[in-house]
């Protein structure tokens, strides 16, 4: 059978919500959110124990409704901060199948619906584990905030402006390379020309991503081919970040790192995978222009 990214059986993806025809629910139903363990693409990297990694996936859901106990409809923006040693992510479409289901749910204030997406989307991202359950962040945004979201570029030293030959169909870690002759150097990279496929439809994924390091300096054309290599590269948001940490970290040894994506968004979501070796704040939560 062939596999998807990750070791998962692209048959067995196909029957997640993303993978069919789906009726949009006029009824409540926290049912609707698909739980996809991330053990399996962790296992695919070659990780055994902890992840040389912490850090936390960061949702924004554009499209969350529901009514007040007058019925009338109540409109907000949310943000999901996921932390990433849940033993689960949850399936983009379910999410946003179980977020329509509350458009006709009647809720007496905005801190009732915060409680309750909390505690769905905890209840699935640790469904079937033995942990205990941890935090996950929930905000939300009435449109009298709307206006006071950041907005901008990711900052750092674009590889965009490099002229390269791209020749590359998938991504090669034999292309990143750091030159441990040098002082070690603090940069931050940055590229918009990322784009990866859905493992299920095949839809183009596409992103600006930015690398924190600090280390041998990092061979900055190899580093830009390495990730152009990902655009036909079949995989969830999350792991190829991840991927792109670990072979950054297995093959260029910096002492520090930090990966982030940001993706446009798809069916009113966007994810924005976070991943970075040593203890730090959350990136600002900024909006880029194709966001």
């Not at 062939?2 to 059986?9: D, L, M």
Request: proline share 9%; aromatic share 8%; glycine share 8%.
């Amino acid at each position: 059978m062939q596999e998807a990214e990750g070791g998962a059986p692209a048959a067995w993806l196909h029957t997640t919500p993303l993978g069919q025809s789906s009726a949009y629910p006029d009824r409540y139903d926290p049912g609707l959110l698909c739980p996809l363990p991330r053990a399996a693409a962790r296992q695919a990297l070659a990780l055994q124990g902890l992840p040389p990694f912490t850090g936390a996936d960061v949702w924004t859901a554009y499209e969350v409704s529901w009514l007040n106990p007058r019925g009338k409809p109540q409109v907000a923006m949310a943000q999901f901060t996921i932390p990433a040693e849940t033993p689960n992510l949850i399936e983009s479409k379910s999410l946003k199948l179980y977020l329509n289901s509350l458009n006709h749910e009647r809720m007496a204030s905005l801190e009732e619906v915060r409680a309750r997406l909390r505690a769905d989307l905890t209840e699935a991202l640790w469904r079937g584990s033995e942990q205990p359950p941890g935090h996950i962040g929930v905000q939300l945004w009435t449109p009298a905030q709307w206006g006071g979201e950041l907005h901008g570029a990711l900052p750092g030293l674009s590889l965009d402006r490099l002229d390269v030959e791209c020749t590359h169909d998938e991504p090669d870690t034999a292309l990143l390379r750091a030159d441990a002759t040098q002082p070690p150097v603090q940069e931050v990279l940055t590229s918009d020309l990322f784009r990866s496929l859905c493992p299920v439809t095949g839809q183009p994924d596409w992103a600006s991503v930015q690398i924190a390091y600090t280390g041998a300096p990092i061979d900055q054309e190899g580093l830009l081919r390495y990730l152009v290599g990902f655009r036909r590269h079949a995989g969830f948001h999350e792991q190829c970040v991840e991927r792109i940490f670990v072979d950054l970290w297995r093959r260029c040894q910096p002492v520090r790192l930090a990966v982030l994506a940001r993706f446009t968004r798809r069916g009113g979501l966007d994810i924005n995978p976070w991943r970075t070796s040593h203890p730090q704040p959350l990136p600002a939560a900024l909006r880029l222009a194709r966001q």
